[in-house]
């Protein structure tokens, strides 16, 4: 059921203010959160004032060795800050610093050099490019050069939203994998434990394991399958869940479906996202012919990773939408309306404000 009186609401949506994490609805379930951020040490003397000051800043400090780092970077992306003890960098440490900063340009580095740190160490620390010098005995200098150089939180926030766990990966997961990959913050809400389509158990453990993948926040909430649309209270719920996560783009299903719950969670959606800059609708299986895109974002570089995420959904994987040559062609299909590009992922638009960020 719609909310009778929808502007009697707010809905801050303007993709500022505090980041995903905060209380939900009840009966909205956090399953899966986001990786911690983290930041790498490399520190030959005490550690203590640098993990302290990274620490404050909200990251968990991580004290490697030089030469596990690039199996850590491979394992887990990359961290919010790489800080580098002058005197730590002897000839194994700087191919590896030359290594990393190659993979990850935009990685802050920041050394700390005290007043007795070998000169050898801080010129070489200079000729790689570090972004600052901070004498680690300093502590206000440190927390305030660290705060400076620390990646900011992703000032993008996104939300996908879904009938059923797997909806949102086949309609978007290309286009969120892009998102995830720009640094923005991916919320995906799924409605309902889909328990129609498979045992709830296991929907809910391969909703949580694809999130996980995407590197996503997941809020679960457990509303009929196949009922949706008798909901009382579905647009409440999504407003509630809209103003927790203040996002500036959101991708939902679109009216032109066969599906019910699919048609209800877009009605919600479209209510309770309307102070949102950004809204686009995915394709399902169940989209009717009437489904008519006019945005199309390049997946080349993330179908792949696509194609592994729905392989998460082994419940359905009888399911023929998700056979990997069909998500393929039609990825392909859709990209005839960009020669340019190999595969696409197709959206209509419900509302671009041109006030949203620069997304992808
Ligand atoms: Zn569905």
């Known amino acids: 059921m719609l909310d009778p009186n929808p502007s009697s609401r707010t809905t801050p949506s303007d993709g500022s203010g505090p980041a995903p994490g905060g209380l939900l609805p009840p009966g909205v379930d956090r399953a899966a959160t986001p990786p911690q951020r983290v930041a790498v040490l490399w520190c030959r003397r005490s550690a203590d004032a ?3 000051a ?7 400090p991580l004290l490697l060795d030089p030469t596990e780092t690039t199996q850590f970077l491979d394992a887990m992306g990359e961290p919010s800050v790489l800080v580098v003890d002058c005197d730590a960098l002897d000839d194994a440490a700087m191919e590896v610093l030359a290594q990393t900063r190659s993979a990850h340009p935009r990685l802050s ?16 620390a200079l000729r790689l ?14 927390l305030a050069t660290l705060t400076k150089v620390v990646q900011a939180p ?46 709830a158990v296991d929907r809910r453990r391969e909703a949580v394991g694809a999130a ?15 009922r949706l649309d008798e909901e ?39 209510v309770a996202t309307r102070r949102v800059p950004e809204v686009y609708c995915y394709q399902s299986p169940s989209s009717r012919v009437g489904f008519s895109p006019t945005r199309f974002v390049r997946v080349d570089d993330t179908l792949d990773e696509k194609v592994d995420l729905l392989g998460v959904y082994r419940s359905q994987s009888a ?32 509302r671009a404000s041109g006030d949203g960020p620069d997304l992808l």
């Open 319 to 350: 399911r023929h939408y998700l056979e990997p040559d069909l998500v393929t062609a039609t990825a392909r299909y859709w990209a005839r309306q960009l020669p340019h590009i190999r595969h696409a992922e197709p959206f209509e638009v419900h």
């Open 129 to 142: 490019g570090v972004s600052e010098v901070v004498d680690p005995d300093d502590a206000e200098q440190l």
């Open 50 to 52: 640098a993990t302290e």
């Open 212 to 226: 996980t993948r995407m590197g996503a926040e997941l809020l679960l909430a457990d509303l009929t399958d196949t």
């Open 154 to 199: 992703p000032a993008v926030r996104v939300l996908a939203v879904g009938a059923h766990p797997d909806d949102v990966e086949i309609g978007c997961g290309g286009t969120l994998l892009r998102h995830r990959d720009a640094g923005h913050a991916v919320t995906v809400l799924t409605l309902t434990l889909g328990a129609q389509g498979g045992p």
């Open 109 to 124: 580095v920041c050394a700390l050099a005290g007043a007795e740190a070998s000169r050898d160490g801080l010129l070489r």
């Open 232 to 270: 009382v209270g579905l647009t409440r719920l999504v407003e509630d869940v809209v103003a927790t996560v203040r996002p500036s783009v959101v991708y939902v299903h679109s009216t032109a479906d066969q599906h019910q719950d699919h048609r209800a969670v877009h009605d919600a959606v479209v």
């Open 54 to 60: 990274l620490a404050a800043l909200g990251l968990i």
